[in-house]
Nanobody
Framework: VQLVESGGGLVQAGGSLRLSCAAS????????VGWFRQAPGKEREGVSC???????????DHLDSMKGRFTISRDNAKNTVYLQMDNLKPEDTAVYYC???????????????????WGQGTQVIVSS
């Protein structure tokens, strides 16, 4: 069982990246899948989650700076979940992780406790 993130890199502020999370060894069509991030010196925080019914949750949308910039989606045929990140800001710099929860719905809080499988992360650096 493995989750592999890709798509990270160095981008200028205002740019975009699309992160991918590919599963191998299992199919996560029956799992909610989340994206998390951890910036240097900070705790891990939930970014977004997508349920098996394509319901989406954005854990940081209470912040004006985050609203509408990230979009999560999934392609079960490819066993892959995506995080489209637009209008990136330097404060988005972090290692981004995807994780699969063995439940169909997105947990209401982005603490990560319900998630069973985790990827190794992909680095995103946004320069000003």
């Amino acid at each position: 069982v493995q989750l592999v993130e890709s798509g990270g890199g160095l981008v200028q502020a205002g740019g975009s990246l699309r992160l991918s999370c590919a599963a191998s060894g299992f199919t996560f069509s029956g799992d909610a899948v989340g994206w998390f991030r951890q910036a240097p010196g900070k705790e891990r925080e939930g970014v977004s989650c997508i349920s098996t019914m394509d319901g989406t949750t954005y854990y940081l949308d209470h912040l004006d700076s985050m609203k509408g910039r990230f979009t999560i989606s999934r392609d079960n045929a490819k066993n892959t979940v995506y995080l489209q990140m637009d209008n990136l800001k330097p404060e988005d710099t972090a290692v981004y992780y995807c994780a699969a929860a063995q439940i169909s719905f997105c947990p209401p809080y982005g603490l990560g406790l319900e998630y069973v499988y985790w990827g190794q992360g992909t680095q995103v650096i946004v320069s000003s």
